[in-house]
């Protein structure tokens, strides 16, 4: 991947973890720039971005401060899902992984075709949260 798709990967990650971009126009710059999707994965603090291609980088991220839950539990991850939707009063990305792990959120994956991230814990279970309309 070329250095200048790396740095809009960077920003929109930077972006995200200092809440000066939300996830519409996160999702909106990467699209601009050919991206297909992403990955977080809050187990090894690390974010892939993948090219339609198959050509892909990896970033790391912060490290949330909770351990990822063993046990996957789909209402906690929604009601933080619609926070981060509503951009409710006092709203952070650490905040939302924070909600999420403890949830038992492993990670989530972003796919811009399907309109949808897809939520995963440890044992595979998930929550698809299609994109709003």
Known sequence: ?????ISVAKACLEGA????????????????EGFEGYIIDFRRGAATYY??????????????????SASF??????????????????????????????AGCAGYVVSFSGRRALYFGRTAETHVEHFPS
């Open 51 to 68: 090219l339609p291609d198959g050509d892909s980088a990896d970033l790391p991220t912060h490290k949330i401060d909770v351990p990822v």
């Open 17 to 32: 973890e200092c809440n000066t971009m939300n996830f519409p126009q996160i999702v909106g710059t990467l699209m601009a």
């Open 1 to 5: 991947m070329d250095n200048h798709k």
């Open 73 to 102: 539990d789909p209402a906690p991850i929604q009601a933080a899902i619609k926070e981060a939707q509503q951009l409710v009063p006092g709203y952070t990305y650490a905040g939302f992984c924070r909600k999420v792990a403890a």
